[in-house]
Nanobody, 122 residues
């Protein structure tokens, strides 16, 4: 399984970016996909997830109302539309597949992409 992320870049605060991730090597799209990020000096954290069943979406509180996750099951692709970006959104963003959630509510993935850098300047 391989994940290829793209769409990162530099943007001014208040701007928008759209990340995309293509998953290959899977016979179907029946799995949860999502995004995580690692901010400078911080641990990697959950950003958003899209489940296959019911196509439900989940977001970290810090991005609710600003980020939107979507998926294209035909092409095994997941997107992250990021609007109203803030300097604190600066991070290396990773896409992941086969996401699971613990009873405590923590998300984790089994397969990871290489990361794409997002830099938001004030």
């Amino acid at each position: 399984v391989q994940l290829q992320a793209s769409g990162g870049g530099m943007v001014l605060a208040g701007g928008s970016l759209r990340l995309s991730c293509v998953v290959s090597g899977r016979p179907s799209s029946r799995y949860a996909m999502g995004w995580f990020r690692q901010r400078p000096g911080k641990e990697r954290e959950f950003v958003a997830a899209s489940t296959w069943r019911l196509d439900s979406k989940h977001y970290a509180d810090s991005v609710k109302g600003r980020f939107t996750i979507s998926r294209d099951n035909t092409n095994n692709t997941v997107h992250l539309q990021m609007n109203s970006l803030k300097p604190e959104d600066t991070a290396l963003y990773y896409c992941a597949s086969d996401l699971t959630r613990t009873l405590r509510g923590d998300w984790s993935g089994s397969y990871w992409g290489q990361g794409t850098q997002v830099t938001v300047s004030s």
